[in-house]
């Protein structure tokens, strides 16, 4: 994969509210894409994919959104909690390697 | 456990010295992958192994990192007379062969080069 950012560093959200976080890809070929979640001194964490044939797909609590026409993705979190917090990245997955952006700190206000 | 395993979780070593990191994978994964990550920053991609043969170096990895795989199941990266731009931390992922298939995570090696 090429170059693949996210629009905004940080990011707030009330508990209870929903969050989206967006991130733009510059490869139109690509076709794999992964949202990971990185909580402070751990490793990625896998937590939804989507293939470029889908333009939605959800998992518990989350929902990723695909648009090939602009190359964007966004992650949507329903009911935000606390154990949310983390920085998330959206990934480019071609047949060799993953290539991450710069990630998307996600803070939950009490 | 069943995810993948990286030891030591944390590294402090003077500025010269060698270090050694090893991984353990998830055991069927095929693939493992070195990534190193900077805070603030995104995991940047360093190598990558297919069972035993590695298939890809980035060119980050200086004549100093070498990464080895030599049964196709643990990986060692070993970086030769440290600097302290070396600081950092140092995931392994694995994942398997097939196309469309993701990348599992270790927490990590924290290396602080003083």
């Known amino acids: 994969g090429e170059s693949v950012g996210l629009h905004l560093p940080t990011l707030s959200v009330q508990e209870g509210d929903n969050s989206i976080i967006n991130c733009a890809y510059s490869?139109?070929?690509?076709?794999?894409f992964i949202w990971y979640k990185q909580e402070s001194g751990k490793g990625p964490q896998f937590i939804i994919d989507?293939?470029?044939?889908?333009d939605k797909r959800q998992g518990q609590r989350v929902t990723v959104l695909l648009n090939k026409t602009v190359k964007h993705l966004s992650l949507q979190i329903a009911a935000t909690q606390p154990g949310d917090s983390a920085v998330y990245f959206c990934a480019d997955l071609g047949y060799q390697k993953v290539t991450f952006g710069t990630g998307t700190k996600l803070q939950v206000i009490p | 456990d069943t995810g993948v395993s990286q030891n030591p979780r944390h590294k402090i070593t003077k500025r010269g010295q060698n270090v050694t990191f090893r991984c353990d994978p998830i055991s069927e994964h095929n693939r493992l992958y070195w990534y190193r990550q900077t805070l603030g920053q995104g995991p940047e991609f360093l190598t990558y192994f297919q069972n035993e043969a590695q298939l890809e170096k980035s060119r980050l990895l200086s004549d100093r990192f070498s990464a080895e795989r030599p049964k196709g199941s643990f990986s060692t990266l070993e970086i030769q007379r440290t600097e302290q731009g070396d600081s950092a931390m140092y995931l392994c992922?694995?994942?398997?062969?097939?196309?469309?298939?993701?990348?599992?995570f270790g927490n990590g090696t924290r290396l602080t080069v003083t």
């Open positions: 989507i293939r470029s044939n889908m």
């Open positions: 490869n139109s070929a690509s076709d794999y």
């Open positions: 992922a694995s994942s398997l062969v097939h196309y469309n298939s993701p990348l599992h």
